[in-house]
């Protein structure tokens, strides 16, 4: 099975940087998804990571380390849009995510 | 355009009734998906199915039904054996290989009177 953790909530300041942590457990790792949702909306896919480092896309950012079992999400230079929940997803060797609980992230003026 | 489409959008229903949620997409993928969103928690699988008339199981299905006789369509139906079935209901396709992305519905919300 998986076990994916991360923060229930953060808050930030507008223009700062903030990073979310997601720790899993799984058996047979095959990569790991970042998703962001604003409220009442869809899910909609931010990044995926299957080897160890960074992978940057403008402002945000995505970090694996496999033997950790540790990633990261990276937003820089924050705006008040990127308010929304953000949602870590292990994939498994049978090609199955499951779902961190997400975390609600509040960006302040 | 290509994508998935969720209807209703916004459910009501009254206890013992059953209801059922649509899910078409165009994107020819073949595994489809069925997500349960309570407030402020992740999202949990309740069935999905990698090719037509195939399905399976996920980890909350008790008092739900599904069936895939088309590759584009994947209808949720929400019994009423389920417990407590006010929620959020994502229904999503997905391309092949590890690094293909989930793609979601716009969601349908169920409320029980």
């Known amino acids: 099975g998986q076990n994916i953790d991360q923060p229930t909530e953060m808050t930030a300041t507008e223009g700062a940087i903030v990073q979310i942590n997601c720790t899993y457990q799984?058996?047979?790792?095959?990569?790991l998804f970042w998703y962001q949702q604003h409220a009442g909306e869809a899910p909609t896919f931010l990044s995926y990571?299957?080897?160890?480092g960074l992978e940057e896309k403008g402002r945000f950012s995505s970090f694996l380390s496999r033997s950790k079992g540790y990633s990261y999400l990276l937003l820089k230079e924050l705006q008040m849009k990127d308010s929304a929940s953000y949602l870590c997803?292990?994939?498994?060797?049978?090609?199955?995510?499951?779902f961190g609980g997400g975390t609600r992230l509040m960006v302040k003026p | 355009d290509g994508g998935i489409t969720q209807s209703p959008k916004y459910l009501f229903r009254k206890e013992g009734q059953n209801v059922t949620l649509s899910c078409e997409q165009n994107?020819?993928?073949?595994?489809m998906y069925w997500y349960r969103q309570d407030p402020g928690q992740g999202l949990r699988l309740i069935y999905y199915?990698?090719?037509?008339?195939?399905?399976q199981k996920g980890d909350i299905a008790e008092g739900y039904s599904v069936s895939r006789e088309k590759k584009e369509s994947f209808p949720l139906t929400v019994t009423s054996a389920q417990k407590n079935p006010t929620a959020f209901y994502l229904c999503?396709?997905?391309?092949?290989?590890?690094?293909?992305?989930?793609?979601f519905g716009e969601g349908s919300r169920l409320t029980v009177l």
């Open positions: 999503a396709s997905r391309s092949g290989g590890a690094s293909g992305e989930l793609f």
């Open positions: 799984t058996s047979g790792f095959n990569g």
């Open positions: 990571n299957v080897l160890d």
């Open positions: 997803a292990g994939n498994n060797a049978g090609n199955m995510l499951t």
């Open positions: 994107l020819n993928h073949d595994a």
């Open positions: 199915s990698q090719i037509v008339n195939d399905f």
